[in-house]
């Protein structure tokens, strides 16, 4: 909770990750906010009035995904809305902006994000929700410490710092600290 809570405001990529991780675990745990509270958030929440909040915060969670019907696959609103804001700021730094850093970034990238597509059978996702696939994808490999290629490392790493540019454009953008309409090409 509170992790999400940080990391939506100082790194979205982070918080859209993590948020990939929560509803996860609510499905590895069939949505048993026992279980849990009794084998994750005892163990990993140090005092009991900031467990509640876990508790109460994993329960507003469950009924969300429930309510929304992401209990087998997809992801809950909110990451949904972060999606259509990070591909907002992709499409506008790409066609309106024209920033060239990060023209060079997706077309150093693009090759791997259709690789990537294509491998995992990921249909007509946009280049960005495949690069948080791909990412969260090596997180799970990382946590079941299998090697990953140094080809398929040199490929997250490119769909790593695009996204990373794109999140602090983000936070840029909703701060209202830059001015989007402004090509780089002009």
Not at 68 to 97: A, D
Not at 176 to 184: E, N, Q, S
Request: a negative charge.
């Amino acid at each position: 909770m509170f992790i999400a809570q940080q990391k939506l405001k100082e790194n979205i990529a982070e918080y859209v990750l993590y948020m990939y991780q929560i509803e996860d675990l609510i499905r590895a745990y069939n949505f048993d906010l026992e279980r849990i509270e009794k084998e994750f958030i005892s163990k990993q929440v140090p005092s009991e009035s900031l467990a509640k909040e876990y508790v109460n915060w994993y329960k507003d969670l469950i009924q969300e995904m429930k309510i929304q019907g992401v209990e087998k696959q997809g992801h809950i609103n909110r990451v949904k809305e972060v999606h259509f804001e990070l591909v907002y700021l992709h499409n506008t730094l790409l066609t309106v902006t024209k920033d060239p850093k990060y023209l060079g970034l997706f077309e150093a990238a693009e090759e791997h994000i259709k690789a990537f597509q294509e491998k995992s059978n990921l249909g007509e996702l946009h280049p960005l929700e495949i690069c948080f696939h791909a990412l969260y994808m090596k997180l799970l490999l990382k946590l079941q410490k299998k090697e990953i290629s140094p080809v398929s490392e040199e490929a997250f790493d490119t769909m790593r710092i695009m996204l990373a540019y794109v999140a602090q454009g983000y936070h840029k953008m909703k701060a209202g600290d830059v001015d989007f309409l402004t090509p780089h090409d002009k």
